[in-house]
C-alpha cells in the first residue's frame, strides 16, 4: 500500500491564480480531511469527507473547494490564491468510525505552498 | 470552546531524560486523544492514543496520562533519545463526528 499521497511536494503561485492539491489513498478509508498547518497554529481542518459525494467545511474553509469523486481521491482546489494561504498542507484518511476503534488517522507527506 | 491547549511550545531535554508535554481542553464532547509525532518535512504520525475512561496508557518509553476531571492531558517520553527529536501534537475528537482538534505543536530536542 502507498497509504496517503499527495501532489505536487511544493508550489509557488502568484496571487489570483488557482491551483488543485491532489490527495489519493489506496486503503479504502471512508474519511478523508484536508488540514493546513502554519507555524505556531497547529493543524486546522479546511474540509472533510465522509465519503464519496460527502464533504463538509472544517474550521478554515474559506478560499478552498473541495469535491469528492471517489473513495480515492479528495482534491483540494485554491479558487484565486492569496499570500495567507502561503501554507503547508496536509491530507489524512481514516476508517469510518462505525468500526470499532478504528480512529487512526493517516497523513499524507504534504505539499508545501508558496504565494506571492 | 473547542480548544486545545498544548504547552510548552518548545523543550530540550538531555538524552535518558523524561520529556513531558501537556495538553488541555474545555469540551468533553472530546471522546479520544491521539498524540502525533511529526519529523521535518513528513507528515505527523501516530504516536499512542487514549480514551476519557482510561488514566494512563502506556507503549514502550510513551505514556499518556489522562484526568478527566481536570480536562488535561499529557505524553510522557521516558528515557528520551535524540531520534525522539520531532514536533508532538496532541489532539481531540469530537464525539459523534470526524473532526479532530489539534493542539500548537511542541518542539523537542533531545541533546545527546
Known amino acids: 500500500n502507498a497509504g496517503v499521497t499527495q501532489t505536487p511536494k511544493f508550489q509557488v503561485l502568484k496571487t489570483g491564480q488557482s491551483m488543485t492539491l491532489q490527495c489519493a489513498q489506496d486503503m479504502n478509508h471512508e474519511y478523508m480531511s484536508w488540514y493546513r498547518q502554519d507555524p505556531g497554529m497547529g493543524l486546522r481542518l479546511i474540509h472533510y469527507?465522509?465519503?464519496?459525494?460527502?464533504?463538509d467545511q472544517g474550521e478554515v474553509p474559506n478560499g478552498y473547494n473541495v469535491s469528492r469523486s471517489t473513495t480515492e481521491d479528495f482534491p483540494l482546489r485554491l479558487l484565486s490564491a492569496a499570500p495567507s494561504q502561503t501554507s503547508v498542507y496536509f491530507c489524512a484518511s481514516s476508517y469510518s468510525r462505525r468500526l470499532a476503534g478504528a480512529y487512526e488517522q493517516y497523513f499524507g507527506p504534504g505539499t508545501r505552498l508558496t504565494v506571492t | 470552546q473547542q480548544q486545545v491547549k498544548q504547552s510548552p511550545q518548545s523543550l530540550i531535554v538531555q538524552k535518558g531524560g523524561i520529556s513531558i508535554i501537556n495538553c488541555a481542553y474545555e469540551?468533553?464532547?472530546?471522546?479520544?486523544f491521539p498524540w502525533y509525532q511529526q519529523f521535518p518535512g513528513k507528515g505527523p504520525a501516530l504516536l499512542i492514543a487514549i480514551r476519557p475512561d482510561v488514566s494512563e496508557k502506556k507503549e514502550g518509553r510513551f505514556t499518556i496520562s489522562f484526568n478527566k476531571s481536570a480536562k488535561q492531558f499529557s505524553l510522557h517520553i521516558m528515557d528520551s533519545q535524540p531520534g525522539d527529536s520531532a514536533t508532538y501534537f496532541c489532539a481531540a475528537n469530537l464525539s459523534g463526528t470526524y473532526k479532530y482538534i489539534f493542539g500548537t505543536g511542541t518542539r523537542l530536542k533531545v541533546l545527546a
Open positions: 469540551n468533553t464532547a472530546f471522546d479520544y
Open positions: 469527507s465522509v465519503g464519496a459525494g460527502i464533504t
